[in-house]
């Protein structure tokens, strides 16, 4: 059994260009109906990716609004892309907001996250991921089977800072992460090593804004997925913020306030090189504790 699937990306930025091409010739939905005998509701749903796009179907747009020679073979590139599936639809379980923050996070290009209350998910070791989604029993009951392919989904996730093209991340996490305890010494002391073992990569930047520093935004943790424009076709930066539950925004001054918060805080953490000789005295701690 498969997750339920939201729309991708890649399907978006199809959906979007679908339409601005159907604007730059005047149509409507209705017009395009009449001409390629289908229902205005099937134009809508393409444009906005509520309904996976056939090959077929956007090469017959594509035709009608004129589009032709290597233009056409990109967008018809990305529809055959838009189509295939992807590694996480094969686990069952999956929430339709969990499923699409994983697509978002493999097609970003770029992410700026604030924790404060644990270590980021793409971080996290796999000792360290089994006690956290274990914990989640509090809300919801969950055999032990569930709760490995759980942690065996968070451990596929990190494979987006892998590879040649890997996801940059810009993270800064709250001290307090560091002393609180999840698991047991030995699990905070492995996980404060794979931070610091993290932090090294080129990709990625790892900041620790101190307890006893200043905090100008007090804000929960957060993530800004940001895109860079793909096939020709922007796509809108995401906030994604987690709780008990999800949610999404993607409007320009919802996304602007985030992007502030986060160089408002970035303001007063230590720099890369202090932030792992804390994490290596965290580590130091937590493993005399052990």
Not at 26 to 38: I, P
Not at 264 to 271: F, N
């Amino acid at each position: 059994m498969s997750t339920s699937r939201g729309p991708t990306v890649r399907q978006r930025r199809l959906g979007i260009e679908l339409r601005r091409l159907r604007e730059n010739r005047k149509l409507t939905g209705d017009d395009v109906a009449v001409r390629l005998s289908w229902s205005t509701a099937k134009v809508s749903r393409l444009e906005n990716a509520r309904t996976g796009a056939r090959v077929e179907d956007v090469a017959d747009l594509l035709t009608l609004y004129g589009v032709d020679g290597s233009r056409f073979d990109d967008l018809i590139k990305l529809a055959r892309s838009a189509t295939e599936r992807d590694w996480w639809e094969e686990y069952a379980g999956l929430t339709p907001g969990y499923a699409e923050l994983i697509s978002l996070e493999s097609e970003a290009d770029n992410i700026l996250q604030w924790e404060d209350f644990v270590v980021p998910g793409l971080l996290q070791s796999q000792d360290y991921a089994r006690h956290v989604v274990a914990g989640w029993d509090v809300v919801g009951p969950k055999p032990p089977a569930e709760i490995k392919r759980w942690i065996d989904v968070r451990m596929r996730r990190q494979q987006v800072l892998a590879g040649p093209e890997p996801l940059g991340m810009d993270v800064i996490i709250d001290e307090s992460i560091l002393r609180r305890r999840v698991g047991d010494a030995r699990v905070m002391g492995d996980q404060l090593e794979h931070l610091r073992k993290i932090s090294m990569l080129p990709h990625v930047s790892l900041r620790i804004l101190p307890m006893n520093g200043p905090h100008p935004v007090i804000s929960t943790g957060f993530i800004l997925l940001e895109f860079s424009p793909a096939h020709d076709i922007s796509f809108p930066d995401i906030v994604h913020v987690e709780g008990l539950t999800l949610s999404y925004f993607a409007d320009e001054n919802t996304t602007h306030m985030y992007r502030l918060a986060h160089a408002g805080m970035a303001k007063y953490a230590l720099d890369e090189t202090a932030t792992r000789q804390l994490l290596a005295a965290a580590r130091d701690d937590w493993r005399r504790q052990g």
